[in-house]
């Protein structure tokens, strides 16, 4: 059974940081392509980060470019996001999820994925 935990959400003030972790357990990790989206109030939830699992090539939505960083350590088994300059906007709950099979095409896109975890709440105060 897979699972995805995540972990390091929280409260902080514009221009702050914080590093939010998944652990995932239940997979074979270094075959999983793993990803982060995000989902504020009354909105659809939206892609952020990914990085694929054949290539290693590593994507951003636009939003986050040049401020947010996504990681991997495989013998961990957890995925990492990195926020630095944090903005009100990026306040949201914030999702791990992966994929065994997802073609760079569709990594941007949340129906590619199988697994979910929880979520972890980020809160950017201005």
């Known amino acids: 059974q897979v699972q995805l935990v995540e972990s390091g959400g929280g409260l902080v003030q514009a221009g702050g940081s914080l590093r939010l972790s998944c652990a995932a357990s239940g997979l074979t990790f270094t075959r999983y392509t793993m990803a982060w989206f995000r989902q504020a109030p009354g909105k659809e939830r939206e892609f952020v980060a990914v990085v694929s699992q054949r290539t290693g090539s590593i994507f951003y939505a636009d939003s986050v470019k040049g401020r947010f960083t996504i990681s991997k350590d495989n013998a961990k088994n957890t995925v990492s996001l990195q926020m630095n300059n944090l903005k009100p906007e990026d306040t949201a709950v914030y999702y791990c999820?992966?994929?065994?099979?997802?073609?760079?095409?569709?990594?941007?896109?949340?129906?590619?994925?199988?697994?979910w975890g929880q979520g972890t709440q980020v809160t950017v105060s201005s």
């Open positions: 999820t992966s994929s065994a099979s997802v073609i760079q095409s569709q990594m941007r896109s949340r129906s590619a994925y199988a697994y």
